[in-house]
């Protein structure tokens, strides 16, 4: 919260793009804190890691200073901002409780996967086996969306032709 | 640009660093069944490594050492691979990326390890390639739009 305060408020944009790697770094110490240990690790490397370098490198393009936004769409924004974190809030009270064995989540797949996980992939570490094979077709569109956000940067980027 | 770094110390370090963190996103490829880790961030650290080339050893290094054509032709192999292990899920008569009925002289069991194991080879692959080619554009500063 504090992190995303003032990397909102930096005029020195190399400054805001430093916050965010370190939001993002406390991110991962909250994951690794709940035994994520598979999403802390994603945090690290590519929130802390790769997205930082990449916003170096568009800086490198661009200018570091920021223009001021125009006056008559901050209360817009802020409207818009405030509109959306209070529904977010909202929806949240219907999840159950974190770590809760008798939520809904909790008891509908998870346990064949984590009972099963050894026995019908050979993989201790269950994330894997989820990840990969049990939600195999989720796994495979990251991919291909990871790609196409490539190729469209690449696209967009690319050398002209002389 | 990115010019080459005045420091000897970053240079030296980066150099004894790359190899490491290669060996290490390697090995959480592999490890990534029984440990934290797999495809997606072995590609990363793999990309990372390239990255902390060009921001090290500069812009000429970087270039020398990555042809965008093969990154390209990487990034769209890795995905295929994804696609092919699952397409040869269906050769054994059974459904898409179902990896116990893929064609190895292997239990279906181990069959499904492997199916795993090679996915995760195409992920690591095609997000390295993806993350690298997005860095060679963003900083080739050199050519603008």
């Known amino acids: 919260m504090v992190f995303a305060v003032i990397a909102v408020r930096a005029a020195d944009l190399l400054a805001a793009v430093f916050v965010l790697g370190a939001y993002s770094f406390t991110m991962s110490l909250v994951w690794a804190g709940i035994g994520a240990v598979d999403v802390a690790f994603t945090e690290v490397v590519v929130g802390a890691g790769a997205s930082t370098v990449l916003f170096l490198a568009a800086l490198l393009r661009t200018s570091r200073r920021r223009s001021a936004p125009p006056s008559g769409l901050r209360w817009v924004a802020l409207g818009v901002v405030v509109a959306v974190g209070v529904a977010l809030v909202a929806v949240t009270r219907p999840i159950a409780p974190w770590g809760d064995p008798g939520s809904p989540p909790s008891r509908h797949v998870s346990p064949r996967y984590i009972t099963q996980t050894v026995a019908e992939t050979a993989t201790p570490n269950a994330v894997t086996s989820v990840l990969a094979d049990y939600r195999g077709y989720d796994t495979l569109i990251e991919t291909v969306v990871i790609f196409s956000s490539g190729v469209g940067g690449w696209l967009l980027l690319r050398r002209r032709q002389p | ?145």
Do not use: W
Request: aromatic share 10%; with cysteine.
């Open chain 2, 1 to 145: 640009m990115i010019e080459r770094h005045d420091s000897l110390i970053v240079v030296t370090f980066v150099r004894v660093l790359v190899p490491l963190v290669q060996l290490f996103a390697l090995y959480v490829l592999a490890y990534g069944h029984y440990g934290p880790g797999g495809g997606f961030q072995a590609g990363v650290l793999l990309a990372a490594t390239y990255i902390l080339t060009a921001l090290a050893l500069g812009r000429e290094a970087f270039q020398r050492r990555v042809n965008e054509r093969i990154c390209m032709a990487l990034a769209s192999g890795g995905v295929l691979l994804y696609l092919a292990t699952g397409l040869a899920g269906m050769l054994g008569a059974s459904t898409f990326l179902d990896y116990s009925a893929l064609p190895l002289p292997v239990s279906p069991v181990k069959a499904r390890y492997f199916g795993i194991l090679f996915i995760e080879i195409g992920v690591a692959i095609g997000v390295a390639a993806t993350l690298v080619l997005l860095f060679a554009r963003l900083a080739d500063t050199e050519h603008p739009r």
